[in-house]
């Protein structure tokens, strides 16, 4: 089975700390994805990626930044959280090719005071 | 790129009823369809998928849903619910030209009562 791990399930910050939400897959997908999950907006796209070092806007990147240095992990960086991003972050991993299904981690549920 | 609709963003059913919730999605192009379903607390699942082949598929649980291109239509289908299918359903859809990416509806929550 693909295991799809989100270090966190459970995050409290403060207002401008630099906050980390790590996501690990091990089935040597090539694809990854970082989606927030608000009540009434379902899953929106941050970031995504499909390689090593590589990058791309989803459809709500500001005010977060991603990583991925290894193929197995891809962090989030909010750089300096705010409020209106207390929110559920969930983490997908993906195989190349068209017909490709996305695995989901469990989820980070991040509350910034 | 495409957009997917799930039209009842509750939907509250009595044990052991049918039940069924809506999906429509924006594009008539190839289309790759999926239902995930979200227990509190817990990330997505897939229930079921259609990649090609047979316009109705099966999936986990009992349920099945059935493609209609025609339509655009994904509806989801379970001919008897049971209390532990309360949870949130979401239909993603991705195609051709980016296959890589999928789109999301808003979700439906079901909640079954005993």
């Known amino acids: 089975d693909v295991k799809v791990t989100q270090s966190s399930r459970y995050l409290v910050k403060r207002t401008g700390e630099k906050v980390f939400l790590e996501c690990v897959q091990d089935?040597?997908?090539?694809?990854m994805f970082w989606y927030r999950q608000d009540p009434g907006l379902g899953l929106r796209l941050i970031y995504f990626?499909?390689?090593?070092?590589?990058?791309e806007k989803g459809d709500i990147p500001e005010g977060y930044s991603v990583s991925r240095e290894k193929k197995e992990r891809f962090s989030l960086i909010l750089e300096s959280a705010s409020t209106n991003q207390t929110s559920m972050y969930l983490c997908?991993?993906?195989?190349?090719?068209?017909?490709?299904?996305?695995?989901f981690g469990a989820g980070t549920r991040l509350s910034v005071l | 790129a495409q957009s997917v609709t799930q039209l009842d963003s509750q939907v509250p059913v009595f044990e052991e009823a049918p039940v069924e919730l809506r999906c429509n999605y924006s594009?008539?192009?190839?289309?790759?369809l999926f239902w995930y379903v979200q227990y509190p607390n817990q990330g997505l699942q897939l229930l079921l998928k259609?990649?090609?082949?047979?316009?109705l598929v099966k999936g986990i649980n009992g349920f099945e849903a059935e493609f209609n291109k025609s339509q655009t239509s994904f509806h989801l289908r379970k001919p008897s619910v049971h209390i532990s299918d309360t949870a949130e359903y979401y239909c993603a859809v991705s195609d051709w030209n980016t296959g890589n990416q999928f789109y999301f509806g808003t979700g439906t929550s079901l909640t079954v009562i005993p």
């Open positions: 259609y990649l090609s082949g047979s316009t």
């Open positions: 990626s499909y390689d090593v070092k590589m990058k």
């Open positions: 997908a991993s993906s195989s190349g090719g068209a017909k490709n299904i996305q695995y």
């Open positions: 089935m040597d997908h090539e694809n």
């Open positions: 594009s008539s192009v190839s289309v790759y």
